[in-house]
Every structure is written in structure tokens, then in C-alpha cells.
């Protein structure tokens, strides 16, 4: 079974553009989850995704925005770049809130450098 | 408020010297507690999950505990390959997953 695949690996970037990441879940998982992780910040939940409907946001500003499409691929979007905004961005799957186990199962992250 | 702590936030111990990691919760309604294990410049690996105290997993050197306030970690004999960062997760009531900062594991041979 294929696990959780990101795209791009890596990203540079000039402050004030925006980018576009994506996520492709474990195949029968319906849960998107996206998460920023710093080495000063830890992880860091920026929102989750089921049925192409977001259910929980984190702390995040509104320049970071996400869909979901009705495969259960997942976009992230930040504009207006930062410099703060350089880091390790994970998403994960899961099955489905509420069913069964929730266990996330995490792809390798898109690694964004922002200059 | 939902809360996870894990220590301690850096362990250094000798190929062999068995240990143990911990992670306090304080959450409303208890779902279930992760651990993954993370290498760095890679995503999280899914490890356990434990939903009730008293409960307990394992595999191969590691053995996960819970009770109604903290998991246990226990890494046996542990090997340099095992050298990483243990994340703690707990799921709240609300579904939400409350994130603990990690216990960075290095093993020396």
C-alpha cells in the first residue's frame, strides 16, 4: 500500500510570493491533516480536512489556506511569504474522525525555504 | 486547557542502558495517545496507540504504558539506530490531536 506522498521535496522561494503544496493520502483515507514544524516551534497543526470540508484550523494566519478535492488530495496554499515561514510542512492521513482508530500516518513533508 | 508534556526534552544514554520517556496529559475525554518516532528532515512514523489506562504495546525495543495521566516510553537495550525524536499525541474529546514538543534520544555506542 502506497504511503502518503508530498509534492514538491523541496521549495525556494522569495519573500512576497506565494506556493502551492500538495498532499495525496493513503488510498482509502478520507482525512487530510497539514502541519508547519520548526526547530524552535515544534509541530504545529495548520488545519485538517474530511470530505473536502475543513474541521479544525490551528493558530495560523489567513495567508495559509487548504482544500480538499473529493479524491482526498489535499492542497495547502501560503501567500504573501515570509521569511518566518521557512520550514518542514507535513501532511497526514487517516481514515475518518470518529472511526475507529485515528491513527495519522504522515508523508515526508515539503521542505520550504523562503529568502 | 488540553494539554501535553513530554520529558525529558533531550536523553543521552549508552548502547544498551534501557530508559524511559515520558508524556503527561491533561485533556478533556481521552480518545487515544500516539507515539511516532522522527528522524530528522523526515515525517513522523506512526508507532502506538494505547486508549486506556492500563493498556500497553510493544515492539521490538520499545513498550508503550498509559495511565490516567501519563504514557511511558520504555526503550530496553536500546541500539545507536534507535537514536531519534519520540512524539507524543494525545486526541481529545473534541477529535482534536494535541501535540507534545518531543524527547530528542540519543544512543552512543
Known amino acids: 500500500k502506497a504511503g502518503v506522498t508530498q509534492t514538491p521535496r523541496y521549495l525556494i522561494k522569495t519573500r512576497g510570493q506565494q506556493v502551492t503544496l500538495s498532499c495525496s493520502p493513503i488510498?482509502?483515507?478520507?482525512?487530510v491533516s497539514w502541519y508547519q514544524q520548526t526547530p524552535g516551534q515544534g509541530l504545529q497543526f495548520l488545519f485538517e480536512?474530511?470530505?473536502?470540508?475543513?474541521?479544525n484550523k490551528g493558530n495560523f494566519p489567513g495567508r495559509f489556506s487548504g482544500r480538499q478535492f473529493s479524491n482526498s488530495r489535499s492542497e495547502m496554499n501560503v501567500s504573501t511569504l515570509e521569511l518566518g515561514d521557512s520550514a518542514l510542512y507535513l501532511c497526514a492521513s487517516s481514515l475518518a474522525p470518529g472511526v475507529g482508530s485515528y491513527e495519522q500516518y504522515f508523508g515526508p513533508g515539503t521542505r520550504l525555504t523562503v529568502t | 486547557e488540553d494539554q501535553v508534556t513530554q520529558s525529558p526534552e533531550a536523553l543521552r544514554l549508552q548502547e544498551g542502558e534501557s530508559s524511559s520517556l515520558n508524556c503527561s496529559y491533561t485533556v478533556s475525554g481521552l480518545r487515544g495517545l500516539f507515539w511516532y518516532r522522527q528522524d530528522p528532515g523526515k515525517g513522523p512514523e506512526f508507532l502506538f496507540t494505547l486508549y486506556s489506562a492500563g493498556e500497553e504495546k510493544e515492539k521490538e525495543r520499545l513498550k508503550a504504558t498509559l495511565t490516567k495521566k501519563e504514557s511511558f516510553l520504555h526503550i530496553t537495550a536500546p541500539k545507536p539506530e534507535d537514536s531519534a525524536t519520540y512524539l507524543c499525541a494525545v486526541q481529545a474529546g473534541n477529535y482534536q490531536l494535541i501535540w507534545g514538543a518531543g524527547t530528542k534520544l540519543i544512543i552512543k555506542p
Open positions: 488510498s482509502g483515507h478520507r482525512s
Open positions: 480536512y474530511f470530505s473536502e470540508t475543513q474541521r
